[in-house]
């Protein structure tokens, strides 16, 4: 297996534009988690999904971000309209239970 | 990769000896707690768990000590490498929650 997936791996844009970042985790793991890296918060928990459905999105900052799994292979995490304050590193993880996950490269976002 | 390091307690250790890092948690209900690897623009790797009624476990070159009653978790590196050279996070999970919660994390450098 090629481990979880996400692209892009790098993303600038421009403040106010709409950024989707996509992820596709392991085969077989019913979890998904997305989560935001920043040296400020450290790693941070957004959403998790479980058998495609969010289970808990109380880390999801503001209205502005959204994510989705529509399907077991796919999910996005968008940012509409970004702000530079959402810069960071953005990682998927996926597990077949919530103890061992598996993280993606990730997607370095740059606002500006 | 993103520098995650700057506000991060760290520990320099020379190649060869033994490394131990600490961490602090916070839920006393927590079924298990992770230790997670992640090196400089890579996503955090797995290391190695403990369930809460254990107090050591033990993998290759790694040991997980858990102390319940002061809430504390370490993990010990034997002979450390060069490419132990890292950030290092504990997380914790369990009970109701399907999610992990990690900690801030300590930067471990190896010198040759």
């Known amino acids: 297996d090629a481990g979880v997936i996400q692209s892009p791996r790098h993303e600038v844009t421009e403040m106010g534009q709409e950024v989707t970042l996509r992820c596709k985790p392991i085969s077989g793991h019913d979890y998904l988690f997305w989560y935001r890296q920043t040296m400020m918060r450290g790693l941070e928990l957004l959403i998790y999904?479980?058998?495609?459905?969010?289970?808990?999105d109380s880390g999801m900052p503001e209205d502005r971000f959204s994510a989705k799994m529509p399907n077991a292979s796919f999910s996005t995490l968008k940012i509409q309209p970004s702000e530079p304050r959402d810069s960071a590193v953005y990682f998927c993880?996926?597990?077949?239970?919530?103890?061992?996950?598996?993280f993606g490269a990730g997607t370095r976002l740059s606002v500006l | 990769g993103e520098s995650v390091g700057l506000h991060l307690p760290t520990l320099s250790v020379q190649e060869g000896d033994n490394s131990i890092i600490n961490c602090a948690y916070s839920?006393?209900?927590?079924?298990?707690f992770i230790w997670y690897k992640q090196e400089s623009g890579k996503g955090p790797q797995f290391i190695i768990d403990?369930?809460?009624?254990?107090d050591k476990r033990q993998g290759q070159r790694v040991t997980v000590l858990l102390n319940k009653t002061v809430k504390h978790l370490s993990l010990q590196i034997a002979a450390t490498q060069p490419g132990d050279s890292a950030v290092y996070f504990c997380?914790?999970?369990?009970?109701?929650?399907?999610?992990?919660?990690f900690g801030k994390g300590t930067k471990l450098s190896v010198k040759p």
């Open positions: 997380a914790e999970g369990g009970g109701s929650q399907g999610n992990l919660i």
């Open positions: 839920n006393s209900a927590s079924d298990y």
């Open positions: 999904f479980n058998n495609n459905v969010p289970i808990d």
């Open positions: 993880a996926s597990s077949p239970e919530p103890r061992q996950q598996y």
């Open positions: 403990i369930r809460s009624n254990m």
